[in-house]
């Protein structure tokens, strides 16, 4: 079973809105982690968060991380037409191999 | 390279046929992923190597799936008698390992089996 479940499966809004996408998963981690596909070809790393980490920015991003819920979320500030791509989450589980495990993923559709 | 490098970047293949997917992670990169995506789905992950060794195997779908790792370095995917449910995307990613988790992702084999 997927660890990282993302959701909505599917997000469009206007160019210039903020977008925010979710993740829950269900075991304990080391981290989490954000990735953007284009055109369904390779994924492409944005951002990191560990478990100690409640928030973190990078550039028009924001991710928060809740322990405690499970969760995390991602915001896109001021989106742009080239933000359309699909968002996937990822964790890295504390027991075990360390290994990544995504999420099915959020296809994020900015209209110009 | 500076970057996964994944070959062939298509194959089209008759059902029933052996086929290889190479993948060359990033120089020093110890960890190595391979993840099968099907059309607008997500990731599965198949198999994961630390160096030349694999601790979890638990996704690889079927006994007709292998991978090996030599050298630390170049990973090849095998998928013997191969079946038109094996038709996707093949995604390989490396990363430094330890606490440097972030992956990095090859452009990904398209397997088309006919």
């Known amino acids: 079973s997927q660890q990282g479940e993302e959701d909505p499966q599917a997000l469009s809004i206007q160019e210039g809105e903020n977008a925010t996408m979710n993740c829950s998963y269900k075991?304990?981690?080391?981290?989490l982690q954000w990735y953007r596909q284009n055109s369904g070809r390779g994924l492409v790393h944005l951002i990191l968060i560990r478990s100690n980490e409640r928030e973190k920015h990078s550039g028009r991003l924001r991710v928060t991380l809740d322990t405690s819920k499970k969760s995390s979320s991602l915001l896109i500030t001021a989106s742009r037409a080239a933000d359309t791509a699909s968002y996937f989450c990822?964790?890295?589980?504390?027991?075990?191999?360390?290994?990544?495990?995504f999420g099915q993923g959020t296809r994020l559709t900015i209209n110009p | 390279g500076a970057g996964v490098s994944q070959s062939p970047s298509n194959k089209v293949t008759e059902k029933g046929k052996d086929v290889e997917l190479r993948c060359d992670p990033i120089?020093?990169?110890?960890?190595l992923y391979w993840y099968r995506q099907s059309l607008g789905q997500g990731l599965e992950f198949l198999i994961y190597?630390?160096?030349?060794?694999?601790?979890?195997k638990s996704g690889l779908p079927s006994d007709r799936f292998s991978a090996e790792r030599t050298g630390g370095s170049v990973s090849t995917l095998t998928i013997q008698r191969t079946q038109q449910e094996d038709s996707a995307v093949y995604l390989c990613?490396?990363?430094?390992?330890?606490?440097?988790?972030?992956?990095?992702f090859g452009q990904g084999t398209r397997l088309t089996v006919v």
């Open positions: 075991t304990s981690i080391n981290n």
């Open positions: 190597f630390q160096g030349n060794s694999a601790p979890d």
């Open positions: 990613a490396s990363s430094l390992g330890g606490i440097r988790t972030e992956a990095f």
């Open positions: 990822a964790t890295e589980k504390i027991q075990g191999a360390q290994k990544l495990v």
């Open positions: 120089s020093g990169h110890t960890a």
